[in-house]
């Protein structure tokens, strides 16, 4: 493998410095340089490691400035490896103005799979992984996270945010508000840490349970969400079928209530259901 001219994008474990790869190992040793969010938390990692590669801070306050450094430096022949502090490098941490300085310039990147918060904890939350959406952090201002989640409220797709400690109280809350207390909430923190613990409860239950205790909101958190399903989708197949037989006959309001009446489901959501295959 030679190094030279090529940007290594270099995923560091999550909390479990185990959870490293032997070919990410390999690319710290041998690149020039590693770029890293902070060098003092990276220093840990290298020196558990036994790695003495120089280490250049790259975070999102110089990121723009020291790209250009950077890419000159990989332009003249140099190797360099980035990381961020945890995870995959700009998943919610810095890095894209770099690689997209690269791409512009013809330098070679080279991504390493491994370690992502969010999908570690999506592998694990019992919510459905066939098609997910990744939002990272949800803004820090009440109006502007109420607003993101009433844009999000009948989005399909399983939900992923990060979120810190000390507003995880306020979005579940913000949660009951706009997605209903029903809605499945599994909170994922500290992953791969001594204290992990992933709980998975409706909305308006988790923030009674995150209230009991002030150490469930602390750590690193990963939030997720299920996503929405139409009414429709929670009526059996009998009370369609039925449903579709009697709307043969009959105006579909009448339809609905005998429907109703015959299997024990919610009129309004046969009606809704009625009106959405006209």
Known sequence: MSPAAVLYIVPTPIGNLSDISHRALEVLQQVDVIACEDTRHTARLLSHYQISTPT????DHNEQHKAEQLVARLSSGKSIALVSDAGTPLISDPGYHLVNRCREAGIRVVPLP???????????????????????FLPAKEKARHDKLESLKEESRSLIFYESPRRLLDTVAELVAVMGPDRQVVVARELTKTFETIHSLPAA???EWLRQDDNRCRGEIVLMVAGHRPDSEALPAEALRTLTLLRAELPLKKAAAITAEIHGV?????????????
Do not use: P
């Open 56 to 59: 250049w801070a790259l975070h």
């Open 114 to 136: 491994g370690a992502c918060a969010a999908i570690t904890a999506l592998s694990a939350a019992g919510l459905a992984t066939d098609r997910f959406a990744f939002e990272g």
């Open 205 to 207: 239950e988790m923030l």
């Open 266 to 278: 919610k009129k309004n959501a046969l009606y809704k259901y009625g009106l959405e295959q006209e």
